[in-house]
């Protein structure tokens, strides 16, 4: 079977762990006997770049880190070429299914034009709510200028903008006929914000469990709490709170603490926490490091006791949380979307209130005062990373529901010859 891909990222110019899981997952389904492109956006590259089979393409909305409105300005234009290059490339490869991986930052109408030629021969992996976000026009022409002195300028310009972007503030509804989701975390935030998902089985996403495994087979209990956060350095992936909960430990616990935080991400929230570190005079104690390849992501959860996951925001279900339990970390994370769904308070790892230090710190705590229960939160985390997070099964179980979906679907409109020109 042709599988087209569709993607806002894809490797190697992608950011966190989502976009690595749509190439693997892609080539697992390789495996089981399909071919496939992949259509994504530009960036990391500085213009329309073919890489083999990976077409980058698509324009994203804006800069990811900040909206330029220029550029904004300009996406009509780049919207109409984005639809323009999905045209040309299913007429080209003439693909069995589409599959929507990631759509944050691109224009839902690529996703309703796919479901307008192709119909129920589309499928989405919902791993994050990009169906009901305010895509990155309305964010930043909604919200007043963060400085006082731009406010006026941007007032000004808002009525004009708002105007010429006025159509990126209309609902494109999309049918979603065939949406596994990543969690039912989230699964259930769509539906109950009225998202009308119509097969929506859970799946849940997957590591190759022996990288990690490994490391969990040759630690250590040691003397110090050696804590972990990787990520993305941005406001919603909550860095602040382990900061501040760090200023709440005892002189005696915090000597016997260390943290490291591997990423990096949004300039002006990385340079918040640095300050953060700088004025609380927790230098000796936190190291920045900058982002790793992802090969030599095993060998570093080894080097740690803890792995943090302090999220603001309900985080579908982060891959990080599956590599740290396969890993043998003890997981200490926020009640927050995937990660209360897989994570049991004080059996499998430990949780508490998004944004609340005190909480963290509390858990920390508990970790430094009782080796037993480390040892069986890092055992039982294990157990639960073997049971659920094998990509083996991920990508068994979505191709025996891409092969379900094709059986029982009819011909596209592309088979017939239908596509409209734009």
């Known amino acids: 079977m042709k599988i087209l891909i569709l993607s806002n990222f894809y490797p190697p110019h992608h950011i966190g762990g989502y976009g690595m899981l749509c190439m693997e997952v892609a080539e697992g389904l390789a495996n089981h006997g399909h071919t496939f492109k992949v259509l994504t956006s530009q960036h990391g590259v500085d213009n329309p770049t073919v890489d083999g089979h990976i077409y980058r393409f698509l324009s994203l909305e804006s800069d990811i880190h900040f909206y330029k409105p220029g550029q904004g300005l300009r996406y009509p234009s780049a919207k ?26 691109l224009s839902k109408e690529l996703a309703a034009e796919a479901e307008r030629i192709f119909g129920s021969r589309v499928i989405y992996y919902m791993a994050n ?29 808002r009525i004009p ?23 039912e975390a989230l699964r259930t935030q769509l539906l109950e914000a009225n998202v009308i998902l119509q097969d929506a089985p859970v799946i849940y996403e997957g590591i190759d469990l022996a990288l990690y ?51 990096s991400g949004h300039p002006e929230y990385e340079a918040y926490l640095r300050k953060l570190v700088v004025d609380n005079d927790l230098s000796e104690y936190i190291t920045f490091h900058p982002p790793i390849p992802r090969s030599e992501l095993p060998a570093m959860l080894g080097e740690f006791d803890v792995l943090l996951l302090p999220s603001t925001w309900e985080e579908p279900l982060a891959r990080i949380m599956q590599e740290g339990l396969a890993s043998g970390a003890v997981v200490v994370g926020s009640a927050t979307g995937g990660t209360k769904e897989i994570i049991i308070n004080e059996e499998n790892g430990l949780l508490f209130p998004a944004e609340n230090s005190r909480g ?23 157990q ?39």
């Open 80 to 105: 109409r070429r984005n639809l323009a290059y999905f045209h040309q490339l299913i007429t080209s490869y003439q693909p069995d299914l589409i599959f929507i991986w990631g759509m944050w930052s």
């Open 129 to 157: 709510p990009w169906p009901i976000e305010p895509n990155m026009h309305q964010v930043y022409w909604d919200e007043p200028a963060h400085k006082l002195t731009r406010r006026p300028a941007k007032m000004a310009m």
């Open 161 to 183: 903008a708002r105007i010429l972007l006025r159509d990126e503030w209309k609902s494109v509804p999309l049918q979603f006929e065939h949406a596994p989701c990543c969690s």
């Open 213 to 263: 495994l490994a490391q969990s087979d040759q630690r250590p209990i040691s003397q110090r709490l050696r804590l972990l956060f990787v990520g993305i350095l941005a406001k919603h992936k909550g860095v602040h709170t382990i900061i501040e909960a760090l200023t709440l430990l005892s002189p005696t616990q915090l000597a016997q603490t260390e943290l490291t935080i591997v990423g």
């Open 360 to 382: 963290l710190a509390n858990a920390l705590n508990q970790l430094m005062d009782d080796p037993n229960l480390r040892r069986k939160l890092a055992e039982n985390g294990r």
């Open 384 to 422: 639960t990373a073997i049971e659920k997070f094998d990509i083996v099964r991920m990508v068994r179980e979505i191709n025996s529901y891409i092969l379900n979906v094709v059986k029982d679907a009819s011909p596209t409109i592309s088979q017939q010859g239908a596509i409209r020109s734009v």
